[in-house]
């Protein structure tokens, strides 16, 4: 198994940019992608982005597209959540998942075998 570690969320304004952090430990060489999900308060959880470890080809929700960045760094077991211009909308429990085999539908879609205890984005307007 996968175990994740999210960091980095807070309250910012509206405009604002915050950096979400996710460390991966465990049973990291089996990793296949990693993603970030989020949740609003009485909302489902929902698909942020994610990343195809193995080309590194990247996948993101329609409302973040131009706004959020994931990235990695192989070395550290690290993953990313670069979030710029936020808004309102955006406030949200964030949570890092990371996939160990392919299902069916589309490669960053859920399931994923293992996620993170979550982070606290709010944005104020």
């Known amino acids: 198994q996968v175990l994740l570690v999210e960091s980095g969320g807070g309250l910012v304004q509206a405009g604002g940019s915050l950096r979400l952090s996710c460390a991966a430990s465990?049973?990291?060489?089996?990793?296949?992608?990693m993603g970030w999900f989020r949740q609003p308060l009485g909302k489902e959880r929902e698909f942020v982005a994610a990343m195809r470890w193995s080309v590194g080809d990247t996948a993101y929700a329609d409302s973040v597209k131009g706004r959020f960045t994931i990235s990695r760094d192989n070395a550290k077991n690290m993953v990313y959540l670069q979030m710029n211009n936020l808004k309102p909308e955006d406030t949200a429990v964030y949570y890092c998942a990371a996939k160990e085999r392919w299902y069916g539908g589309a490669w960053y879609a859920a399931p994923y075998d293992s996620w993170g205890q979550g982070t606290q984005v709010t944005v104020s307007s």
């Open positions: 465990g049973r990291t060489v089996g990793i296949a992608a």
